[in-house]
């Protein structure tokens, strides 16, 4: 099992920035991917970025102004969001699973582990 508690987020500006991080715990794996997944309301959960064995995926909305990152002593990982925009307001929610396959780390299904989720909103 892994638990995963994240912690950031809030209200941003356009053009500014925010973080957030997702601390695991319980069960360790050399080889996790870990991420995170955003939902608009009455949407789907949708890639945002993940990161396994040190490399980083992001969806093309992100790219360039999001980064992710871990810590693998602490067990970590982060987002630092920048050049944010009112689209990117959702709820934010970090994900981890040791088994996920190449081909499918874009997929929120196919993560076993979530955390409780956290409201990123970006004011214009």
């Known amino acids: 099992q892994v638990q995963l508690v994240e912690s950031g987020g809030g209200l941003g500006q356009s053009g500014g920035s925010l973080s957030l991080s997702c601390a695991a715990s319980?069960?360790?794996?050399?080889?996790?991917?870990m991420g995170w997944f955003r939902q608009y309301p009455g949407k789907e959960r949708e890639f945002v970025s993940v990161?396994?064995?040190?490399?980083?995926y992001y969806a093309d909305s992100v790219k360039g102004r999001f980064t992710i990152s871990r810590d693998s002593a602490k067990n970590t990982v982060y987002l630092q969001m920048n050049s944010l925009k009112p689209e990117d307001t959702a709820v934010y929610y970090c994900?981890?699973?040791?088994?996920?396959?190449?081909?499918?780390?874009?997929?929120?299904?196919?993560?076993?582990?979530w955390g409780q989720g956290t409201q990123v909103t970006v004011s214009s």
């Open positions: 994900a981890a699973d040791p088994g996920v396959i190449s081909s499918q780390l874009r997929n929120p299904g196919a993560y076993g582990y």
């Open positions: 319980g069960r360790t794996y050399s080889r996790i991917a």
């Open positions: 990161i396994r064995s040190g490399i980083t």
